[in-house]
């Protein structure tokens, strides 16, 4: 059967994901699936997305969504809200790029942010950055909610009959009650990086160590 792997928030956290991805492995026909928020916060956002571009020109299978990062990131380079992007990570991003000998991403980068989706669904699943608004059909969701909500999805019922898979809102453990799973595991503050593997809701998780 083929698998889904499914890997959340990494928020420029490179050891954690060059340690996750030695923890499992995929098969020829498995898909490798990131929730989002590959930037800001840790210190190897450039590192972060360099080992992405590779993944996804070696694999078969890649599905990248976009977080709220990467649209603040996005904003910031086209001049809008520059201080609220700084003020929640940024900074650190414009390092590590910095350090890597760019003032801004380079075009293979910017073309990558620009192509990233909003959501991916399957049979038994949605995989979205934030959540869903409560009581709102998929098909009409708004994309601000599918980037930035928080606990008024996670309190509700699940209503779309799909298990949906999230990241956004760090938990000190995987978040999985009321057809929901949480990925956010708070890598960039002391916690460790979380991949699922579906079917069959197996963790895999990694330190930067």
Known sequence: MDKIFAIGDIHGCFSHLNNLLNRFKLGQNDTLLFLGDYIDRGPDSYEVVETILRLRSKLAKVICLKGNHEQMYIDYLQGKDQDFFLSNGGNYTLRSYKKNGWKYPPPEHMEFFLSLDLYYETEDCIFVHAGLRPNVPFQDQ???DMLWIRSSFHSSPNTWNKT????????????????KIGIDTGACIGGLLTCVELPGTILHQATGQ
């Not at 898979?165 to 938990?171: N, Y």
């Open 142 to 144: 708004n994309p601000e």
């Open 164 to 179: 949906i898979v999230f990241g956004h809102t760090p938990f000190p453990e995987p978040y999985m009650k009321e057809g």
